[in-house]
């Protein structure tokens, strides 16, 4: 039995499966802070975004403050609004086209923020985990110096819990890049 899935739950106490196509982790995006560090919002400048190999949006500054997205749902102008984490050194962000608030990132091809589009990250339907079992076994451990053959006794549980943990979060990640690779499970 896998102890790891994001959909396809086999138990049915979890529910509906999660769409995958509502994971952060699989979804294109923009990234202000990227954008800006490789020069891509100068004015006047033009970027194009691709993706595993296909153009996926041309970027264009039209000025300190605005910029135009082309993909394939057409153009979409966006704003920019930026903030002084420190004397002198701007940050700039991404105003949400469709409500206004500021982002880090917008995600293809709506351009819109994780907020919008209702994005979660796949780490909120990982199920179950032993996480919760090993920190209760790790409070009832307790500390070496008291009751020594149980300390290392649940000790030893607490590793052989790590390692299965482990184990998952491998089956996990091998399967969320074989899905951001377009392979099946």
């Known amino acids: ?77 966006i704003s920019l609004c930026a903030d002084q984490p420190m004397s002198g050194v701007p940050r700039l962000w991404f105003e949400c086209p469709a409500c206004q608030k500021r982002c880090r990132h917008l995600y293809l091809p709506e351009l819109r923020c994780s907020l919008c589009l209702a994005l979660e990250h796949s780490s909120r339907h990982v199920w179950p985990s032993n996480a919760g079992r090993i920190a209760r076994l790790k409070r009832r451990r307790g500390e070496p110096q008291r009751r020594r053959a149980r300390y290392w006794r649940l000790s030893k549980r607490i590793a052989r819990g790590v390692a299965k943990l482990a184990i998952g979060l491998r089956r996990f990640n091998t399967a969320v890049e074989n899905v951001r690779n377009g392979q099946q499970r």
């Open 1 to 77: 039995m896998p102890m790891f899935g994001v959909a396809n739950h086999p138990d049915p106490e979890h529910g509906k499966p999660f769409p995958l196509s509502r994971l952060v982790e699989l979804r294109a995006r923009f990234d202000v802070w990227e954008l800006q560090r490789a020069g891509g919002l100068a004015p006047g400048a033009e970027t194009v975004i691709s993706a595993n190999g296909a153009r996926v949006a041309h970027i264009r500054s039209l000025s300190d403050d605005r910029i135009m997205a082309t993909t394939d749902g057409g153009e979409t102008e």
